[in-house]
């Protein structure tokens, strides 16, 4: 695939949140205009197609170009290839199976690419975000290494994920590959993943820690642990390294299927450095029986040693046996974990972009 950067296509995208749809265009990897919010009326069906109907209008209206094709992610589970979007918990009115897709094509008469928003945030990391970084400022150091595979995790109501190998979006049969949210958690045995990585499990710790009984939300449990707020400061600060534990657990697991760049955005991630730190704890940690979680060694690239660490390829010539010959040699398997750099939307965004012309062609 050539570089979206290089392209003058432009598309129409949506990140479609179940609170608020963020419309945009992008041309060569880039925003176009200044994105459109509406509120995403997913209780209400017929309102809710009209709000996207006209969002999509309004960026045409002020465009120059005439796109190409709409790209765009919805949150959860559907039968993308055909753009029916089906059961959502937070979009209620799409209960019972919508032809989104088809019905967009006919009113705007342009091609519809729709796929989950944590396969296409990871789509938009791999192309646009930390994996070129990565490989740029390996490429800098004169380094043969280059990194092809990444996991893109979402953190905020709900616990998303992406997986993309060699600037492929890895998709699975029913369009439901890497659904994290719903893997088992070692640190929580009776609930799935998700319970311990949601804005909900922050909230329900610290409570359950403090004894608070006033609703609360995410942003405030994040003031007291920063004692900008008063409350139960402690509680705060283990309420946020839980939810690092949980999401370490997760991503143990991840890494040793898949063997990838980790990746965090999401709404939450302005807290990386309350719960990156219990993240790190389990992935460098050991089980029971003292065996290493990890086989490879992982770095945690929002901490400048340790990023100039994973960057430092230790590597050196070894011979080739029964030839003159020598080879580089790395003795050591990396791994690196990073807070996003680009806003979830943004990522989501290159990612509709990036999609909608690889199926193009």
Not at 179 to 199: F, K, L, Y
Request: glycine share 10%; net charge negative; charged share 20%.
């Amino acid at each position: 695939m050539s570089s979206i950067y290089n392209d003058n296509r432009t598309v129409l995208t949506l990140d479609a949140g179940g609170t608020n749809f963020v419309f945009n265009a992008m041309q060569g990897g880039k925003s176009l205009i200044e994105p459109i919010k509406k509120p995403a009326n997913g209780d209400n069906l017929d309102l809710c197609l009209q709000t996207m109907i006209d969002g999509f209008k309004a960026v045409i209206e002020k465009l120059e170009q005439k796109p190409v094709a709409i790209s765009f992610a919805f949150p959860g589970p559907a039968d993308y290839p055909n753009g029916i979007i089906g059961d959502l918990g937070n979009l209620p009115a799409f209960r019972g199976g919508v032809a989104l897709g088809p019905m967009l094509e006919h009113h705007f008469n342009i091609p519809v690419f729709i796929q989950n928003d944590g396969d296409l945030y990871a789509y938009g990391e791999a192309l646009g975000g930390i994996l070129p970084e990565i490989n740029n400022e390996l490429e800098k150091r004169e380094s043969s290494k280059r990194y092809k595979n990444i996991i893109g995790l979402t953190l905020g109501t709900g616990f998303g994920a992406g997986l993309v190998h060699n600037n492929k979006l890895i998709a699975g049969d029913n369009s439901i590959v890497a659904e994290v949210w719903n893997i088992s958690n070692s640190i929580s045995p009776e609930r799935n993943a998700e319970e311990g990585v949601s804005t909900r499990a922050i909230i329900n710790v610290y409570n359950e820690l403090s004894g608070n009984t006033e609703a609360l939300m995410p942003k405030d449990v994040f003031d007291i642990a920063s004692g900008t707020k008063e409350g139960d400061k402690e509680a705060a600060l283990n309420a946020f390294a839980v939810f690092g534990r949980h999401i370490g657990d997760s991503v143990a697991n991840l890494i040793n299927l898949f063997d990838g760049i980790v990746v965090i955005g999401g709404g939450l991630t302005g807290a990386s450095k309350f719960y990156m730190p219990a993240v790190m704890e389990v992935l460098k940690g050991k089980f029971g029986n003292g065996q290493d979680r990890l086989v490879q060694k992982v770095y945690c690239l929002d901490n400048a040693d340790e990023q100039e660490a994973f960057f430092n390829t230790n590597s050196h010539p070894i011979k080739v046996p029964f030839t003159d010959k020598t080879v580089d040699y790395s003795p050591e398997q990396k791994i690196a974990i990073a807070t996003s750099r680009l806003d979830a939307s943004d990522a989501i965004a290159i990612g509709a972009y990036a999609y909608a012309l690889n199926q193009l062609g």
